[in-house]
């Protein structure tokens, strides 16, 4: 089956640092990604759906500045965490859909953050 | 309310027994549904892919769904200590593919 790779699958920062995040569709073109944010023992939160060459949009509550995400190629969608705070740590995993309409979708192996 | 609620669990059943694991949801529009297994520390794999109502069988994994009553189930058969992960339902309108998760199941089959 397609294969999402995430890195790094896990990053430890210290606060007030940015992180960037990398999620890449390796056998398949992606024109939309999705990220998600998981706690512990908690479902996945959707936090924004990345388009490949526009703006992505994000969930409510989420904010646009502090999560920066870039969709510049098919393959490849970025997530930096700006300015990182120790409530920022957490599961980060992105997905990726195949194809068009009702494409299945690939889930990364997931980023964990950890903010000092 | 959340539109996909789930019983987090856990659940712990003895190896070879059938294992249910169940949703609800309340958002009518939702058309497909589907259900993730995640191991502890990994992304979530697809197990089961459902359009509208009905049953689908895979191997040893049946999911069914019934939107009159808005319950979706998955059944595990001959159940193996390699199914113990974390079970996640999820359902989805069409279209933009913004899927909606339940909390997930933490499922343990012991020896």
């Known amino acids: 089956g397609a294969v999402v790779s995430q890195h790094p699958s896990r990053v430890i920062c210290k606060s007030g640092t940015s992180v960037k995040i990398e999620c890449r569709s390796l056998d398949f073109q992606a024109t939309t990604m999705f990220w998600y944010r998981q706690f512990p023992k908690q479902s996945l939160m959707l936090m924004a759906t990345s388009n490949e060459g526009s703006k992505a949009t994000y969930e409510q509550g989420v904010e646009k500045d502090k999560f920066l995400i870039n969709h510049a190629s098919l393959t490849l969608s970025t997530l930096t965490v700006t300015s990182a705070h120790p409530e920022d740590s957490s599961f980060y995993i992105c997905s990726a859909k195949q194809g068009s309409g009702t494409g299945e979708l690939f889930f990364g192996e997931g980023s964990r953050l950890t903010v000092l | 309310q959340k539109e996909v609620e789930q019983d987090p669990g856990p659940l712990s059943v003895p190896e070879g027994a059938i294992v249910s694991l169940n949703c609800t949801y309340s958002?009518?529009?939702?058309?497909?549904f589907m259900w993730y297994r995640q191991y502890s520390r990994k992304g979530p794999e697809l197990l089961m892919y459902?359009?509208?109502?009905g049953n689908k069988e895979d191997g040893r994994f049946t999911a069914q769904v019934d939107k009159s009553s808005k319950y979706i189930s998955l059944f595990i058969r001959d159940s193996q200590p390699s199914d113990s992960a974390t079970y996640l339902c999820a359902a989805y309108t069409g279209g933009g593919n913004k899927l909606t998760f339940g909390t997930g199941t933490q499922l343990k089959v012991e020896l």
């Open positions: 958002n009518s529009a939702f058309q497909y």
């Open positions: 459902t359009y509208s109502s």
